[in-house]
């Protein structure tokens, strides 16, 4: 099982929730990150997200690895979609596994926020008004 990869396809919670169970898990976090229909005070009718796949897959899977060495959970899963999405669409997973909340919570929130910081995934937001645009994590990302 990869830790980390990017669907072109939609993310099916129900089984990656699945890869996160055993015997030893105390505690499962989750956090899935959807499209919304507005930033920055915009109405927003869809995205895109494009990847440097070699890339971004190797830094998603290094991210993984300092969770894992970071914190003590038992599994971690990451999946991020690239292509066209639409509103309420499922863009970022997260699941994390450990005996303890605490450390299923922090990893899980360690592991989103370095993804969207790190790794080469560029969102394209398509807006009601006006022309489509580019977004970089600091000018309205989905913080």
């Known amino acids: 099982m990869k830790v980390f990869s990017l669907s072109e396809t939609a993310i099916d919670p129900v089984v990656l929730s699945s890869q996160l169970e055993n015997f030893g898990t105390g505690a499962i976090v989750t956090f899935e990150g959807r499209v919304r229909d507005h930033n920055d005070g915009r109405a927003v009718r869809g995205l895109a997200y494009q990847a440097y ?28 979609r690239v292509g066209e999405l639409v509103l309420g669409e499922l863009a970022v997973w997260v699941g994390v596994g450990a005996a303890h909340r605490d450390a299923a919570f922090a990893a899980c929130r360690y592991i989103i926020d370095e993804v969207k910081s790190r790794v080469p995934i560029w969102k394209r937001e398509h807006y009601s008004e006006g022309q489509p645009e580019w977004l970089h994590p600091a000018k309205g990302s989905a913080r």
């Open 53 to 80: 796949a070699e890339l971004a897959e190797a830094e998603g899977a290094k991210i993984m690895k300092e969770a894992r060495a970071r914190f003590e959970i038992s599994c971690a899963v990451c999946v991020h």
